[in-house]
């Protein structure tokens, strides 16, 4: 796709396209992490795009009244952290759905991002030389957040291939009561998961703030369509139809490749949207024929 | 005699969940009237009767979807593509009726789509909808390439749609008052109602009795996607114009509707679904007499939504202690 693109784009090839390209990927990289895990468990996350405009209006709402933006980040990490608990708790101890938890939770999420500012954004003067040097900076010819970003993802693919953490997920993915059966402690494993999906979100939403020098109520995008299409596609791609890490950090690629790619040509933005829906069913139906992995 | 008594004690509890939300439906009426003397005027509820239509009307569809088992998380997306539909119609000098049908057949159409993927082809509901809806919100930008369409709105009588009154009584709550009854006669009063709610139970057991599970969820995805359309609908003519945005303030609120009503009735209902969009709405018009910022309507949605999740469950794990309960549910109202 990427020959394909800038076969017919001249310049898409270009090198500082590409590095766009692969930027806004990262970024989008990191709000799927979480879910990827979330979805590999069998259970579902709305939240992280309205987690990510929260934690975006928290960092600035402290950074403009003069807080260090490190201290601005910590809160607001912290702050966000409490709706990943908040899913937690009603999933676990109320023992409802995930869908219809994440959606009651999203919902205060989202009215809490618009509360921070009253409605509006806030605009940030300056961005700290860290955050600056983290969003836009290059280590040779590299972006750091590239780098940050294959690190994380490192990680993430140890912790999912090579530790008992990992192998619980996938468990209680295929059969949650077999995998209860055999003691696999699933209420700590779905507050770490969603807690950590939320942490994930919020570091996105710092990451946004930082790239649009504001705290916005929401993205005006379609982070959350682009989220699930990134993890289904990873999972066609890698793993027959699991979830996983390194399958969602490719699906992110690919689905900055072909916004931009498409933006390019002149293609009107809305068939992005129809291109993704189908791709993601697409991936939906392969996974469900290889793997059964409807619950009908 | 222990099973009588077993049987009593049900019947209670089952009536105390919905006494506890006429409890804090009444609280919150109380509240609001002592609020603001406006509240509790004919003309008040009526406008906030009309608002709950078209939210109420989406909740209704999907109240159906959930009987069956299933999730819907498309309706929202292609009621902008019905309204879309409607809107470049009347857009082109068509006439209100047909430009209505039409937007109703196009948003029936993706559900038909829905129902053949989830039902037949057993796809995971959730994603399955999910791209399905995201795809047909793109067709929405089709139209007009995403941009406002009002041409002809004011002119060919489509705000009539919404705007219109019979005996003074708005369109919109009779629309409201006719297919709720019209649902409430189906799910609660036929043969058909109860197999939707066999399918939802089990579904094995369903289809051994000779009840065409396929069909069942087929329909449900149908009616949900043909009321949300219908309610878009209404929500375009009332704005006089078509937005491709305009449907997606649809879904939390009709998540939240379905599931108000089914901690209190512990199934989905017609009946429960009514109440739980009742509270929202009443609390949103509330709030929008005091003048609130148009972001607090989320945070009513959210917290109800919370707060009626927190109540059924923490019910049935105290059943024995049945004024500890109406107690931590006023503090809570409160």
Known sequence: ?296 | MQRNRKQFMSFNRDYLSVLIFLGVLAIVMIALTLLNEYFLTINNLLRALKHLSIFSLTALGLTFVVTVGHSDMSFHFLSCFAGMTMSFFIGKGMAPLPSILIGLLAGASVGVINGITVGKFKLPDMIATIAIGSVAWGMSYLYSNGNYIYENFLTSGIIQFSDGRLFEIPYPVLYLFGFYILAYVVLHHTKSGRAFYAVGGNRVAARFSGIKVEKYIFIAFIICAVLASFSNLLLTASQGNGNVKGGLVLLMPAWASVYVGVSIFKKPSVVGTFLGSFLISIMQNGFTLMNAPFYIMDLIVGLTLIAAIIISKTEIKQKASVGKISKTNEIEAA
């Open chain 1, 1 to 296: 796709m990427v020959l394909l693109f800038s076969f017919v784009a001249p310049a898409f090839s270009n090198w500082s396209n590409l590095l766009e390209i692969v930027r806004s990927a990262s970024i989008n990289a990191v709000l799927v992490l979480g879910l990827t895990w979330i979805v590999a468990m069998g259970e579902i996350d709305v939240t992280f795009p309205d987690i990510a405009a929260f934690g975006s209006m928290m960092t600035a709402i402290f950074v403009v009244n003069g807080v260090n933006w490190l201290i601005a980040i910590f809160i607001a990490l912290l702050t966000s952290v409490l709706f990943g608990f908040l899913n937690g708790i009603l999933i676990n101890v109320f023992k409802v759905r995930a869908l219809i938890a994440t959606i009651g939770v999203t919902t205060v999420a989202k009215a809490s991002a618009y509360i921070i500012g009253k409605g509006n954004p806030i605009y940030l003067k300056r961005i700290s030389p860290v955050i600056q040097f983290v969003v836009y900076g290059k280590i040779g010819e590299i972006p750091l957040l590239v780098i940050i970003i294959l690190v994380l993802y490192s990680l993430a693919a140890f912790i999912q291939d090579r530790t008992k953490l990992g192998q619980y997920l996938y468990a209680l993915g295929e059969n949650r009561q077999a995998a209860l059966e055999v003691g696999i402690p699933e209420k700590k494993i779905i507050y770490s998961f969603f807690i950590l999906s939320a942490l994930l979100a919020s570091a996105g939403g710092v990451l946004l703030a930082a790239t649009f020098t504001a705290g916005q109520p929401n993205f005006q995008g379609s982070y959350f369509v682009d989220g699930l299409t990134a993890v289904f596609l990873g999972a066609l791609v890698i793993k027959a139809g699991k979830p996983n890490v390194i399958g969602s950090l490719i699906g992110a690629i690919l689905i900055m490749v072909l916004g931009n790619g498409l933006t390019l040509l002149g293609v009107p933005f809305f068939v992005g949207i129809i291109i993704k829906g189908l791709l993601m069913i697409g991936g939906v139906a392969a996974i469900a024929y290889s793997k059964n992995f409807g619950k009908s």
